[in-house]
T-cell receptor, first 112, second 113 residues
């Protein structure tokens, strides 16, 4: 079946270091969304990318959507302790309505 | 402020019991979803609904059923709970068109003993 693979599963960084998580889909996506889940919380929508090669920024977070619309990345510059949590990518498949396929998530821990 | 609520944060049930998990959204969303979240496996879709009385199987529907009698309410039913259904259950909702980001409820941690 359709899958979205996300790596790494865990990332431990020192505060101030950069962080990147990658997603790769087995099929072309109509769009990709990113969510953040704080420890003990629920996933919260961060952003949606739709166009091939699209790059979007939210302060220290940079999101990219690959040219073939099969891969994506989230990069955090100079991590802070408030960035702690699990980051999920979620791909939307053409002609499947609002259904999303979630990656396994990357759990980020930040050491002060 | 948008809101998705779930009937319980924590639930403990015995093997073989029938379990109902309720989800209510106040955003007039057409789509509603049920996921389970397990460590290392991310969010896996159990069922979703794009309209009242409509339902579609997700990736792991076995052992579950759903009901959507009203637009704002989506119920997940475990007909006969088993220990391998111990998990975090998350409900979400979204529009059919336009902004398609999903709004999640706080989750129900279900333990089946």
């Amino acid at each position: 079946g359709q899958q979205v693979m996300q790596i790494p599963q865990y990332q431990h960084v020192q505060e101030g270091e950069d962080f990147t998580t990658y997603c790769n889909s087995s099929t072309t996506l109509s769009n990709i969304q990113w969510y953040k889940q704080r420890p003990g919380g629920h996933p919260v929508f961060l952003i949606q990318l739709v166009k091939s090669g699209e790059v979007k920024k939210q302060k220290r977070l940079t999101f990219q959507f690959g040219e073939a619309k099969k891969n994506s990345s989230l990069h955090i510059t100079a991590t802070q302790t408030t960035d702690v949590g699990t980051y999920f990518c979620a791909g939307r498949i053409y002609n499947q309505g609002g259904k999303l396929i979630f990656g396994q998530g990357t759990e980020l821990s930040v050491k002060p | 402020d948008v809101k998705v609520t779930q009937s319980s944060r924590y639930l403990v049930k015995r093997t073989g019991e029938k379990v109902f998990l309720e989800c209510v959204q106040d955003m007039d969303h057409e789509n509603m979803f049920w996921y389970r979240q397990d460590p290392g496996l991310g969010l896996r879709l159990i069922y979703f609904s794009y309209d009242v009385k409509m339902k579609e199987k997700g990736d792991i529907p076995e052992g579950y059923s759903v009901s959507r009698e009203k637009k704002e309410r989506f119920s997940l039913i475990l007909e006969s709970a088993s220990t391998n259904q111990t998990s975090m259950y998350l409900c979400a909702s979204s529009f059919v068109e336009g902004f398609l980001g999903q709004y999640f409820g706080p989750g129900t941690r279900l333990t089946v003993t």
